[in-house]
């Protein structure tokens, strides 16, 4: 399941009494593709400069986003990985992955990490519930409900 070709929505909720924003990949909804990617990859991007709300200016933003887009390439091509989306909050933007290999994804992030000129930290955890990311989707469920 590529990312290119799925189809994101967008939340905005507070975090810590500042705004954020997710976008996040709906076709990943279905826990019959979930259990196929049981880590979540976190990759938490701080911005170089950031507007009056803690978020990244616009310049900045696209610079973090065209990062994520090189993390997905590789991770998508080179790995059994899938990516849920990113949120956009207080001076941070986190990617958000999943995957059935871990150590793979873990060891490029780690590589890519080291050669970005922002500072990048990664958290990969065993969630094969998606609990993480329950939220989002419960909230699209929702949606989809009350679109019914």
């Given at each position: 399941m590529k990312s290119e070709d799925a189809t994101y929505t967008g939340f905005q909720f507070e975090v810590?009494?500042?705004?954020?924003?997710?976008?996040?990949?709906?076709?990943?909804?279905?826990?019959?593709?979930?259990?196929?990617?049981p880590s979540a990859v976190f990759v938490d991007m701080v911005p170089d400069a950031c507007n009056d709300m803690g978020h990244p200016t616009e310049t900045e933003y696209d610079h973090l986003v065209e990062m994520e887009k090189e993390m997905i390439a590789y991770l998508?091509?080179?790995?059994?990985?899938?990516?849920?989306?990113?949120v956009t909050q207080y001076?941070?933007?986190?990617?958000?992955?999943?995957?059935?290999?871990?150590?793979?994804?873990?060891?490029?992030?780690?590589?890519?990490?080291?050669?970005?000129?922002?500072?990048?930290?990664?958290?990969?955890e065993h969630d094969p519930e998606w609990e993480h990311v329950s939220a989002f989707y419960e909230a699209l469920n929702e949606d989809d409900e009350q679109a019914d």
């Open positions: 810590a009494g500042y705004p954020a924003l997710a976008v996040i990949n709906k076709d990943l909804g279905n826990g019959t593709i979930q259990a196929a990617y998508e091509g080179q790995t059994k990985s899938v990516h849920v989306g990113h001076r941070l933007l986190q990617a958000i992955f999943y995957t059935a290999e871990p150590e793979k994804a873990e060891d490029f992030l780690t590589h890519y990490a080291s050669t970005a000129e922002r500072t990048i930290t990664i958290e990969v």
